[in-house]
């Protein structure tokens, strides 16, 4: 065995030691990078040039990256809706609707789960936030904890693999350059891109048939033994008149509108995820503004609708008025657009004012920038890692690894399943997604037999998923356990999340055999 | 030495709280880059560009505040059970021997690297482009100050909790 992979596999122990000291995982990964480095210096292993190209990927990889723009947009859209109370609406109002029937408040914490975790990514924050919402009401009204909790920590992490999610976005940067590079040792000199959009679509069938099994498995148990999830009493709940239904109303369009259109336009190629991210983080700031501040409603309603106007009058006219002939009506409709651009912003500079003045636009301001510095800083900690693992030909002896192990393809790819669902108990999809992912893609991407990067991509992220799920050491029950009250032991905990995991492996086994359920849909609407 | 520590926590809180407007500069210019492309068909690379320069400000001179709050994620299934005493003694350990040894390194590599960019004024590579390079690689530079600046306050106030709490009990 030669230096530089005694080297690699010492770098990638001591990583994993130096992690359970509990030091943040951004500096750790850095600094393992940093001693390594110089161990390979002194030793004569490494040559200390290549450590001068770090600033250079600091500035190539991350900060011109447009991509993970979209980061910190989609994560001020998710924070903006949770602290302006329109997610506990959300969840409230369906619990309304679904509550009198058996199993209906777990369902509607699964909906909800599946279309607002998506947009901050974090394991730990979807889970504790899902855990304070709805563990105590579903506790309340009778609900086996077993199962509460089961549902609770699933839908905290299906969040992740429902686009629009941060996780994907990052998953789908990383899978792009791994993909190029696979295409690039294949000899292909034209490699094919793969864009953000196609991972959301490769996931979006995948995330909604786990959504539909998590959704059926709880219509069984409410079946077969409805005292494990009872419905609402009809004396909680039983002023169900037309102001009921209006108030219900107000709370579940607008955040569905939302969503729907931010990932329509994503899939259908209209804006890129960023553009799209900056629209969602506006709407979700109008939509928390008409939620705290009722008195101006109707300016914030006139704002919305002149933002509509906008697009419609968009679509209907032509309004580049530099063009040698403009025609009068398109003349007329530019000048009603720049008008109704100004309603618009003037709305949304009165929007911003009052969210300001609630604190609530501070509180979310200083949460984006905290959040997205945090995933910021992994990223450069862990180019400082890879960095130097490859200058350790780390790289090469993993491929080299990959390649060699019996059952080609399918034998690599379930060798790397397993080594992330293990890694998964100790470290957040994020980490995964910046050290693992582009040592072990490009490799499984350049070889026979590979179903390509959208496939691997949303299979690596629903089998991150599953391994939150397992216990002892998956994420979500570990933050789950810290929101939970006493009388819900850990136990019961494992229990409740049981049929779950059997769900996931279920989803897993059903894109393994159907790979078509992923591909299809990217192929569609992308070509 | 504790005011001193306090003193740079101060800088850094600050700073951060100037950062505060960095998101929301991201949201309206890339919203008003969209109302611009979509509704009047017009596009400038000089605006798509500044997402860069504001980005960038956020996610580099952000660090040093995050820390200052314990936001970087940590993987804690051992460290939130140890004693807080543990937990200093780890979070001084990781400071003295991950985030200096960064620190360095980055300042090392960096300050040439800026001081070139700075010396041949460095423009876009777009024709059309923000023509001021060097000062969005200065803010790799950013992203060493705020966390040196944490680095120094921690190792202060650990060190004084860790070794002077024993001669006051």
Redesign the interface.
Known sequence: MDMGILFTLLMFASLFAFLMLGFPVAFTLAGTGVIFGVIGILTGTLDSSFLEFFPNRIFDNVIRNELLFAVPLFIMMGITLEKSKVAEDLLESMGQLFGNMPGGLGISVTLVGALLAASTGIVGATVVTMGLLSLPTMLRRGYDPALATGIIASSGTLGQIIPPSIVLILLADVMSSAWQQAQLSNDVFSPTPMSAGELFAGALVPGLILVGLYICYQLFIAIVKPDRCPAVKKSENEHLDQNFYKKLLMALIPPLALIISVLGSILSGIATPTEAASVGAIGALLLGALRMDSQNSKYFLLTIASLLALLFITNIADLRMDLNIVQLSDKIAFALAIALTLVFASGLFFALKQSWKSGILREVLTSTVRMSTMIYAILIGASLFSLVFRGYGGDTAIEHLLTNLPGGQVGALIAVMLVMFVLGFFLDFIEITFVVVPIVAPALLAMDGTLGPIWLGVMMAMNLQTSFLTPPFGFALFYLRGVAPESVKTSTMYRGVLPFIIIQIIGLLLLVAFPALTTWLPTKLFG | MLEFANLLDKLNERF??F??????A??LV??S???LV????LGSIMIQES??YI??L???G??G???L?D??????????K?KPKN?DM??L???V???W??L???WI??IP??CESWRISEGSVETSGLPFIYL??S??LL?CISLSLFAVAQSIRLSLKLFTAKEIS
């Open positions: 951060g709280l950062l505060a407007i960095t998101p929301l991201l949201m890339q919203f880059i969209v109302l979509y509704v009047f068909g997402l860069q980005n960038a956020m996610f580099l952000g660090a505040y995050t820390a709050y936001d970087h994620v940590r993987v804690d299934i051992f460290y939130s140890l937990r780890a979070d350990f990781g400071t021997f991950f985030l040894p960064m360095i390194l980055l590599l960096t690297y800026v969005l690689k803010t790799i992203f």
